[in-house]
């Protein structure tokens, strides 16, 4: 019998994250390498997203870049087979990559902007689990994480479409969750307050915005990547083994639910 902290290890697993070029998704797979994993990282630029898995390989991880638009079937059903292909097996899945490309009342949301934060935020997230869940499953089982918000637990200024789909995102876990048990397969979500990333940007760009962020904070800093990486590699491991449904809220104590 090993120690107790060696189920945080991920030793022999393949990990495959999207949204994985930058920001949480990075600083995930990164971590990911560091516990044993072999790590799938996957977003549309080629460029930065080898540059990712070079600077993984860099520091000793094993990892292979695959480019795919995570709201696509197409690009998601060559994503799964490349990752197969390349290491055998898939044992963690992150659903991380999000947009949002509108900001202002819901009532300005016109059918582009809302078909494009479902595309990526929602429905990449079910049929890229979909796709997944059958190679889990023929090897005994896996763990899925899907990246929310708080957003999706309190509706976030002027981000009311994103906040919807984030909201679906955390049903999405526990249908999931529910669903799939007999596969072996657990599937939780993180619910990241603002985390300071090219994605967030706009949110903390001057300091009264920023400010006015913290007021609702009760450790009164911005959380950044590596904040989400504790939370991530619990849930990948089988440190969470009997943990499965689940969102975790990581805001430095914003929301409290
Ligand atoms: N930062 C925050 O405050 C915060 C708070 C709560 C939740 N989140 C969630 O955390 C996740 C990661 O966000 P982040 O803050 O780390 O953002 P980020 O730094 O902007 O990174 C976003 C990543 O997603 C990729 N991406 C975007 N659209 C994509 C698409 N259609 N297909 C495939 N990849 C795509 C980007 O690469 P390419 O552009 O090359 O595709 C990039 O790798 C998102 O789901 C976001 O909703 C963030």
Partial sequence: MGRITDRFRLDGKTALVTGASRGIGEAI????????????????????????????????????????????????????????????RIDVLVNNAGTNPVFGPIIGVDEKAWDKIFEVNLRGFFFLSKEVSSVMSDRGGGVIINMASVAGIKPGIGLGAYSISKAGVIMLTR???????????????????????????ALYSSPELEEEILRGISIKRLGEPDDIVGAALFLASDASAYVTGQTLVVDGGGVMV
Wanted: proline share 1%; hydrophobic share 45%; glycine share 8%.
């Fill in 175 to 201: 249908v999931l969750a529910q669903e799939w048990t007999g596969l072996n397969i657990r599937v939780n979500a993180i619910a990241p307050g603002v985390i300071k990333t090219r994605f967030a940007a």
């Fill in 29 to 88: 797979a990164r971590a990911f390498a560091d516990a044993g994993a072999r790590v799938v990282l996957s977003s549309r630029k080629q460029e930065d997203l080898e540059q990712a898995a070079d600077r993984i390989k860099a520091s000793g991880g094993d990892a292979y870049a695959v480019t795919a638009h995570a709201g696509r079937t197409e690009d998601i059903k060559s994503l799964v087979d490349r990752a197969v292909d390349r290491y055998g």
